[in-house]
């Protein structure tokens, strides 16, 4: 019977594996292809993990957070991402970044979304928060639009 429910718990462990490689991909081939639209080089980069943010940052250029602009957004995104690991371990702060964390990256797909599907871009940006497997796939069905704003 243990037996069962180890191959149950490796069969499981599995497919979530395999789907988070294939919404992984998802989301590196659309950002990838959204910045060859726009001409940005070194695209490639969208498959790195903590840089794939890079691309993001790129494509949305600048990121206003409740009248707060944020600087070299480009850079400040996959930093704020590598960071991560030391800043959680620091009392209260620690607690609070990963929320902060979120909400940034929220703000930034959003943006994303409202400049290549503004009309839509808020059932998107819902859709990505409450099912957070459909981020990358919401990003890999607007590779292929044009730069709207």
């Known amino acids: 019977m243990s037996y069962l429910f180890a191959l149950l718990g490796f069969a499981i462990f599995t497919v979530i594996g395999l789907l988070s490689i294939v919404l992984y991909l998802l989301s590196a081939f659309g950002l990838k292809k959204l910045a060859d639209n ?3 080089e070194n695209s490639w980069i ?3 993990p903590v840089l794939q943010v890079y691309i993001l940052g790129l ?3 600048d990121l ?7 600087p ?8 704020m991402l590598a960071i991560s690991p030391i800043i959680v371990k620091i009392p209260v702060i620690g607690s609070l970044y990963p929320l902060l964390t979120f909400i940034i990256y929220c703000f930034a ?3 994303l979304y409202k ?5 839509n871009a808020t059932l998107y940006i819902v859709l990505s928060i409450v099912l957070p497997f459909m981020g990358p796939i919401l990003i890999f069905s607007i590779r292929d639009n044009e730069l709207l704003n």
Do not use: Q, S
């Not at 957070?65 to 944020?70: A, D, L, V």
């Not at 400049?115 to 009309?119: E, F, H, K, S, V």
């Open 38 to 40: 726009r001409g940005i």
């Open 115 to 119: 400049l290549y599907i503004p009309d």
């Open 59 to 61: 494509l949305i250029e």
């Open 64 to 70: 206003e957070i409740f009248g707060y602009e944020i």
């Open 109 to 111: 797909l959003h943006k």
């Open 72 to 79: 070299e957004l480009p850079i400040v995104l996959p930093v």
């Open 46 to 48: 969208a498959f790195i």
